[in-house]
T-cell receptor
Framework: DQQVKQNSPSLSVQEGRISILNCDYT??????FLWYKKYPAEGPTFLIS?????DKNEDGRFTVFLNKSAKHLSLHIVPSQPGDSAVYFC?????????????FGSGTQLTVLP | KAGVTQTPRYLIKTRGQQVTLSCSPI?????VSWYQQTPGQGLQFLFE???????NKGNFPGRFSGRQFSNSRSEMNVSTLELGDSALYLC???????????????FGPGTRLTVT
């Protein structure tokens, strides 16, 4: 039973355009969400996060949106650059109960075409 | 500050054997979590150790075990290896326990285990 789902295994975007990566979750107790980026042969690196008390968080070219009623979050990258090509994982956690550890989605491979 | 290191980086084992993987966290970090990454499954949480105690455990069989030493270094052991154990095993460290409230984790490069 996947509590965090990334339904698109891959996404291709032209350089300079917007990349939108989506993530859905089922556990309403999740109160903190993170995005990680992973290059081949490296471990995931933290990208951006958002608390459930907010609906948007921005950091440079990266913006995360949270829609709690829909249990949906998305990562927007504007403008997309070839160096952004990587696997992106969304993750969620709660401060109590059985989901205190980070629960990850299955990842989306983003390819930014020059 | 040095990052999270994992050894070995690559490993080939035969079905039925056992394996031990090692993880050294960022200096000062006391929490180490282990994950298994397989294609299409994302990162599956194995367990977390904090101050030499297991704080949290995922849904993996008892063949998967771990421990943490007083210097926060951690080892993960898999006994009686199965073909399905072939995966990238990642460890991540954080200052405090994720079970206790930490959110961001810093990952090592992983150990690629192949079981033949």
């Amino acid at each position: 039973d996947q509590q965090v789902k990334q339904n698109s295994p891959s996404l291709s975007v032209q350089e300079g355009r917007i990349s939108i990566l989506n993530c859905d979750y089922t556990n309403s107790m999740f109160d903190y969400f993170l995005w990680y980026k992973k290059y081949p042969a490296e471990g995931p690196t933290f990208l951006i996060s958002i608390s459930s008390i907010k609906d948007k968080n921005e950091d440079g070219r990266f913006t995360v949106f949270l829609n709690k009623s829909a249990k949906h979050l998305s990562l927007h990258i504007v403008p997309s650059q070839p160096g952004d090509s990587a696997v992106y994982f969304c993750a969620a956690k709660t401060r109590s109960g059985s989901a205190r550890q980070l629960t990850f989605g299955s990842g989306t491979q983003l390819t930014v075409l020059p | 500050k040095a990052g999270v290191t994992q050894t070995p980086r690559y490993l080939i084992k035969t079905r039925g054997q056992q394996v031990t993987l090692s993880c050294s966290p960022i200096s000062g970090h006391r929490s180490v979590s282990w994950y298994q990454q397989t294609p299409g499954q994302g990162l599956q949480f194995l367990f977390e150790y904090f101050s030499e105690t297991q704080r949290n455990k995922g849904n993996f069989p008892g063949r998967f075990s771990g421990r943490q030493f007083s210097n926060s270094r951690s080892e993960m052991n898999v006994s009686t290896l199965e073909l399905g154990d072939s995966a990238l095993y990642l460890c991540a460290s954080s200052l405090i326990s994720t079970a206790g409230g930490a959110y961001e984790q810093y990952f090592g490069p992983g150990t690629r285990l192949t079981v033949t």
